[in-house]
């Protein structure tokens, strides 16, 4: 049997595509909650927030400006 697990060509491309999507939208979803997370921690007045919201939002403009 091959690696994948008697699928066709267009079938495991398919597959292919799906976990990359899978993973990009991971992603998406983490710098996103990150970026919330230190905004909210900003909000309450924690030490360090501000300079977190700054990088977070760096960070997900970023990796939005490489993955269109």
């Known amino acids: 049997m091959s690696a994948h ?3 066709n060509s267009s079938e495991s491309h ?3 595509n799906s976990i990359a999507a899978h993973k990009h ?3 998406l979803h983490v710098l996103r909650d990150r ?3 230190a905004m909210r921690d900003e909000k309450r007045g924690l030490p360090g927030a501000k300079e977190r919201v700054a990088a977070h939002r760096e960070k997900r403009a970023a990796y939005r400006a490489s993955h269109p």
């Open 5 to 7: 697990y008697g699928l």
């Open 14 to 16: 398919q597959v292919s």
């Open 25 to 27: 939208r991971t992603r």
């Open 35 to 37: 970026l919330k997370r």
